[in-house]
């Protein structure tokens, strides 16, 4: 009773971007950018609140034997708040990513406010419509302290090259490119393999990305995907000799999210991931298993300091391409520490260099809190997660409560509450379970504190 809705159309809503202080949820969705007002969505008018944005390549796109009315649109999958009242939007224009920086308002740029290094959106948003990608604008911590865009996405219409990227810094005065892009190895699976991107957060001096990706180091005992949490620092600004348009720092660890027990039964494949803003303590995710076998999903919590502390542990490495993954002996680590953040990368020594693009993966997974999932459940598929924290119970008693909202891919959402004893071990429970999209999946979720 409580429900309130908004459609333009069949529109392809999958990108959301929400802005409390305009109280104003901004939706990317195909050839369109729409600004919904959060305060009741349903008044939303789809000419004056929205900004066509059509795709330019449309014959070209066609004649490589996509879709005219799907493929061949611009879906717009990147909003990013910039400084000054402005928004990054990145679309995949008809297989041929492009971006553009227009006001908050929804109307362009005036000329003299033109942006440099903004058109093409290769590297930035992915070419396809229906690939998982993730982006974020940072405005500070950057090489020269110049504002730029993270991604991770594919780079290519043929889909073979996926890549973490930060575009190239420029001033903003001047308009001059003070730094150039970097990116992940290219075509190198130790790095990234097939990866299906679902998030990506500024914390602190780092960038970290979320994923799933086939796992190397389970190779020679068949094929599995495993989910990793990467991190680059933001002051990377590659290797003098050896990596110089890569990352210096990369490093990636697998998040381990399962049911504990002499055999752990695992949920390998992240599916979304969620931290509320403000806090930078800790990351909620949802992770399901493969989908071709018995399917469940799980909850599972990460806190930045076991984050943190694997990317301090030990390395793992592959003697030989048919030996197993071990760990790398301390003594065989060179200082300074590979991927630790250092105020000019140029001057890491070559052998540093060399280490890390050799052996970006750490030994050990981050565990999950609690050496539990908050909630799992058999036969449902989990695609997307927002978390909120609320304070409940008598005076002097008061508890924090952990609510979790996840949504399905049969279009319900699950509300789950999680709270600690007296002896801080966590229980939870399913309060209710609301039909929201049924029978279509859940593509985007968003939460507002108001």
């Not at 950018?33 to 004056?48: A, L, P, Y």
């Not at 990608?133 to 730029?148: D, F, I, K, M």
């Not at 891919?409 to 209710?432: A, T």
Request: glycine share 6%.
């Amino acid at each position: 009773d409580h429900v309130r809705e908004f459609s333009c159309g069949l529109l392809y809503y999958r990108t959301f971007h929400m802005d409390e202080s305009r109280d104003t949820l901004y939706v990317g969705a195909m050839d369109k950018v729409i600004r919904v007002n959060m305060n009741n969505v349903s008044q939303t008018n789809c000419e004056t609140d929205a900004i066509v944005l059509e795709p330019t390549s449309v014959s070209n796109c066609v004649s490589r034997g996509k879709s005219e009315h799907f493929d061949c649109r611009n879906h717009i999958r990147v909003i990013q708040p910039m400084s000054n009242n402005r928004l990054y939007i990145c679309g995949t224009n008809a297989h041929n990513p492009k971006d553009l920086v227009i006001y908050a308002n929804l109307t362009h740029l005036a000329r003299h406010e033109h942006v440099p290094a903004v058109g093409s959106g290769v590297a930035k948003c992915p070419f396809d419509p229906v690939d998982n990608s993730t982006a974020v604008w940072v405005e500070s911590g950057n090489p020269g302290s110049l504002p730029g865009l993270y991604s991770g996405t594919v780079a290519e219409f043929t889909k073979a090259d996926t890549v973490i990227f930060r575009a190239d810094l420029f001033n903003f005065t001047t308009k001059r490119r003070e730094y150039p892009f970097k990116r992940t190895i290219k075509y190198d699976s130790k790095w990234l393999d097939k990866p299906n991107f679902v998030g990506s957060y500024e914390v602190g001096e780092y960038v970290m990305f979320f994923f799933r990706e086939t796992a190397v180091e389970y190779i020679n005992c068949g094929k599995n995907v495993y989910s990793r949490v990467a991190r680059v620092c933001k002051k990377d600004t590659g290797g003098k000799n050896i990596l110089t348009q890569n990352w210096a720092t990369y490093l990636k660890a697998r998040l381990n999210c399962s049911i504990p027990g002499e055999f752990p039964f695992y949920f390998n494949e992240i599916q979304s991931v969620y931290k509320i803003p403000g806090d930078d303590t800790r990351f909620y995710a949802v992770f399901t298993t493969s989908m071709n076998g018995l399917m469940g999903s799980a909850i599972c919590t990460f806190s930045l300091d076991d984050i943190q502390d694997a990317f301090l542990g030990r390395f793992k490495e592959q003697a030989t391409s048919s030996s197993a993954w071990l760990p790398v002996l301390t003594s065989k680590v060179p200082e300074p520490r590979p991927g630790q953040c250092v105020n000019d990368t140029q001057t890491l020594p070559d052998n540093v260099l060399t280490f890390l693009q050799s052996h970006p993966l750490m030994d050990e997974a981050v565990a999950h809190e609690h050496n539990k999932p908050v909630f799992f459940k058999r036969d449902l598929i989990f695609t997307h997660l927002v978390v909120d924290k609320v304070t409940g119970g008598t005076y002097g008693q008061e508890n924090t409560y952990t609510v979790y909202y996840a949504g399905s891919l049969e279009g319900r959402v699950y509300k789950v509450v999680e709270w600690l004893d007296d002896e801080d071990v966590s229980h939870s429970e399913l309060l209710d379970v609301y039909e929201v999209t049924t029978p279509e999946p859940i593509r985007a979720i968003q939460i507002s504190k108001k």
